[in-house]
């Protein structure tokens, strides 16, 4: 967690991707190297930073980014300190296996008809509010989805939100997106507000619905 946050920082992110930088000048210039050497060494690699002391063995935080998608290792008390670049590599060649990005849903698409509360049997599109990729493991099973829409009362302005379509998977949430109306229902007029109240009071005397 502290990896990540830190690397959101980009002059951390920067300094802990370089492979060798130049401190000082002129006769006091001197050229440190990175010690994480999987810098260059392996696909995406971009940070983080090694370590070592008596009781914790030796550590390193690896980082690495393809496809958009950025995993972290973390290795605790390996057994030697170019084991612990062959434990990173071990887990986040697992990772980049089994985790991978996954379209969601496209803007636009419609997965739902929210009613108008004010007219008799009239609905409005619930469309997808915005295009969504996410990063899934595909070992935790398949991504199940819901949509929730709720009434609406006119009138209603394309764009307007109407609902909710929720993505779940191993029974968390991994993303919720809001549904939009898709068209435009204008208010209706005094007459037409007449004529559906009367066909409702019809519909409940005979129990044929409202």
């Not at 502290?2 to 690397?7: K, T």
């Not at 739902?112 to 899934?136: F, Q």
């Amino acid at each position: 967690m502290l990896a990540r946050y830190a690397m959101t920082k980009p002059e951390i992110r920067h300094i802990v991707g370089e492979k060798s930088t130049q401190i000082g000048s002129g006769a006091r210039a001197e050229t440190m190297h990175s010690t994480n050497l999987l810098l260059g060494n392996y696909q995406g690699a971009n940070g983080v930073k090694t370590g070592w002391t008596d009781a914790a063995g030796y550590c390193v935080v690896e980082s690495a980014r393809r496809d958009g998608t950025e995993l972290y290792a973390v290795i605790l008390g390996s057994t030697g300190e170019l084991q612990r670049f062959w434990d990173a590599r071990e887990l986040l060649d697992f990772g980049f296996a089994h985790y991978r990005p996954q379209k969601l849903s496209s803007a636009g698409t419609v997965v739902g008809e929210a009613p108008v509360a004010d007219y008799l049997d009239v609905s409005v599109g619930a469309a997808v509010s915005t295009d969504t990729t996410i990063t899934v493991f595909d070992l935790a099973g398949p991504i199940t989805r819901t949509v929730s829409v709720a009434e609406v009362s006119a009138p209603v302005t394309k764009g307007d939100r109407v609902g909710v379509v929720t993505f779940t998977q191993a029974g968390e949430v991994v993303s919720t997106i809001p549904l939009v109306a898709d068209s435009d229902v204008k208010k209706p007029n005094v007459f037409l507000r007449v004529w559906i109240a009367l066909v409702r009071a019809w519909r409940w005397v005979t129990g044929s619905g409202v």
